[in-house]
């Protein structure tokens, strides 16, 4: 078929977590040769890396997960799976669609940071820092005043 009816899909994979890093290799390997005989285009992958997984699956604590991304004909996909899922190493398959795939060369630019102006404090005098002295004279006859006396 034509590159034109080609579709971007990935498959994601998780390998039994038993093998060697060495074991997991090869099983990629294996992934790929078999999405390749089936007339796709691997465009990306990413090596199967051990790790913990949130929940057993297959009654495994870890696995090796790993992806492959490849363009195919729709009516290879369904052989691609199917070959894929006979392998009893893995014990994860998940075969996504890509509609729309955005650039992974698209830069994200970080949003401006929300400047608060603090207004400075004028500058005080000593003399502004010095609290009146109010003699008890002056007092008393505030109090007189008030009082009517």
Known sequence: MGKETNRLYEASYFLSGGLTEEEAIKEDEKIKSII??????ILGEAKPKRQRLAYPVKKSEEA???WVR????????????SELSKNNLM????????KNVPPESKI?????????????????????????????????KKLEEILGT
């Open 108 to 140: 994200i630019k970080p949003r401006p940071q929300k400047t608060t102006l603090l207004a400075k404090k004028p500058a005080v005098s000593e003399e502004a820092i010095k609290p009146e002295t109010i003699k008890s004279e002056e007092i008393d």
């Open 70 to 81: 490849f363009s195919a004909a729709p009516e290879y996909l369904k052989q691609i799976k």
């Open 91 to 98: 014990i994860r398959l998940l075969v996504k669609i890509f």
């Open 36 to 41: 390749a005989k089936n007339q796709a285009l």
């Open 64 to 66: 090796h997960f790993g």
